[in-house]
């Protein structure tokens, strides 16, 4: 069939033109969404009296009928019109003539993909928010499972502080908490209806947008009716949301490769989330993590490609517009299967308490609690720094560990020293001392799991 706008043309496009124009390779991915907004607005027009009750049931039936065949799969391809509008609209009217035709009262493609762009976005900010549900209900877990086990924290990638290791997952499970939000709040903003706005300047049929908005699901009609066409604002929230989701990721990623790794060896990925070598029979590699850290920045990519794509378009429609898509899809899918495959995997590594125990006594990462020690004790702090320094001097000098450092030497740097220095700066003490509210102490650590549990049952 030919293409919607024929009438005014007496020669045909050429046909690397035809190509270049398509959208229907990657917009077919919104055929569930034409066929939903059409049925509504077909109901909304026979409501209206715009067409007739039997044209209106001739739409709809013949809507669901195509509906049905591609669920069978009996329409099984995409092919030979403009965009998945042009495809149904051509589809209806070989199956029901005439009635079929009259489906485009009072709507332009303008707003008709606006609408089934929002609709497909708004199932993709649900489709993303259950992804990262899942992935810090995993993180949570992971941060209950290993309560009595220390890690090092670390700042610079240099020893700091010994903590508990479940802070270390809580804190990656705030970070997803926030994005969660952001993805609801996206998603509001993105409820809002197209439909009704014409080519771009509205409609002089007597439509009924709240019926419309009300049958799709939509919290309100756009107040603009250029707006309405010409606003992609939700497609780079999508992009932002994602975006800050795939850093997320990708910090996790790269800690997971650094604390899985034989220098560290405080985490073990499982083997069935992991690779090996061609080459190097010993090689256990970190390949899912670095996948996600490097599909990073296609998310990013996203975001720089609508924002371009927005900022010089002058009101209201354009084609650029059209370009709005791809990207969008890919982002989806690239976003959605990372958080997935972090969930799994997560759940399938385990924790090396022995190596991350011993490893939260060694170079030092006491020493914050010696000078504590010596503040509590009406040193300044400041002066207790001081002394600390000098005795990690003089351990490093001597081959000695604050841990085996005997009351008599500590006492050589100040007499405020007795014997319990030595049981309150053992890594698990120190961590425990930390019961700040947010701290690293097991305690705290428990209280935020509960915490973060409680917001997550919100959702
Ligand atoms: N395929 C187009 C898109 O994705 C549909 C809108 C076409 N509108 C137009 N005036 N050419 O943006």
Redesign the pocket.
């Known amino acids: 069939m030919g293409k919607l706008w024929q009438g005014r043309f007496s020669g045909s496009t050429a046909k690397n033109a035809d190509t270049f124009n398509d959208?229907l390779p990657f917009?077919q991915k919104m055929w569930s969404e034409d066929i939903t907004a059409s049925v509504a607005h077909a109901t909304m027009l026979g409501e209206c009296g715009i067409i007739s009750k039997e044209d209106e049931k001739a739409i709809v039936d013949g809507l669901s009928a195509i509906r049905a065949d591609i669920e069978s799969g009996k329409i099984s391809e995409f092919s030979g019109a403009?965009?998945i509008?042009s495809f149904m609209e051509n589809e209806l009217v070989k199956r029901i003539g005439d009635a079929g035709k009259r489906l485009h009262t009072a709507r332009?493609?303008?707003d008709?993909?606006a609408t089934d762009f929002r609709l497909y976005a708004r199932g993709a900010f649900d489709r993303l928010k259950s992804s990262l549900v899942v992935l810090t209900e995993a993180l949570v877990k992971k941060a209950e499972e290993n309560l009595d086990v220390i890690i090092p924290g670390y700042t610079h990638l240099r020893k700091a502080q010994p903590m508990c290791c479940g802070h270390f997952f809580n804190a990656y499970a705030e970070m997803f908490l926030r994005d969660i939000d952001r993805v609801r709040a996206s998603r509001k903003r993105a409820n809002v209806m197209p439909l009704g706005s014409g080519?771009l300047a509205g409609t002089s049929y007597p439509i009924d947008r709240n019926l419309t908005c009300k049958l799709l699901g939509f919290d309100t009609p756009c107040e603009n009716s250029i707006d309405g066409v010409s606003d992609r604002d939700f497609a780079a929230e999508f992009a932002f949301d994602c975006s800050l989701t795939m850093s997320h990721l990708s910090r996790l990623c790269e800690d997971m490769i650094i604390y899985s790794g034989g220098e560290f060896g405080f985490f073990e990925i499982s083997d069935e989330y992991s690779t090996g070598s061609s080459i190097m029979p010993q090689k256990k590699n970190p390949d899912i993590c670095e996948l996600i850290r490097g599909k990073t920045g296609r998310a990013y990519g996203y975001l720089t490609d609508i924002l371009t794509v927005l900022k010089g378009i002058p009101l209201a429609?354009d084609?650029d517009?059209?370009e709005d898509?791809e990207g969008f899809f890919d982002c989806e899918i690239t976003t959605i299967s990372s958080v997935e495959i972090m969930a799994e995997m997560l759940g399938a590594m385990t924790v090396n308490k022995k190596a991350s125990d011993a490893a939260a006594e060694e170079d030092f990462s006491c020493a914050t609690d010696v000078a504590d020690y010596l503040a509590k004790k009406g040193v300044p702090f400041r002066t207790a720094h001081e002394i600390t320094g000098a005795i990690v001097r003089y351990c490093i000098e001597n081959n000695k560990t604050l841990q085996n450092m005997t009351t008599e030497e500590y006492r050589t740097f100040s007499d405020k020293f007795e014997p319990d220095i030595t049981p309150s700066i053992s890594a698990k003490a120190c961590a425990d001392s930390r019961n700040s509210y947010g701290g690293a102490s097991e305690k705290s650590v428990k209280e935020t799991i509960l915490s973060i549990r409680s917001r997550l049952s919100e959702i």
């Open positions: 959208s917009d403009e965009d509008h332009s493609r303008n008709q993909v080519a429609y084609k517009l059209q898509k």
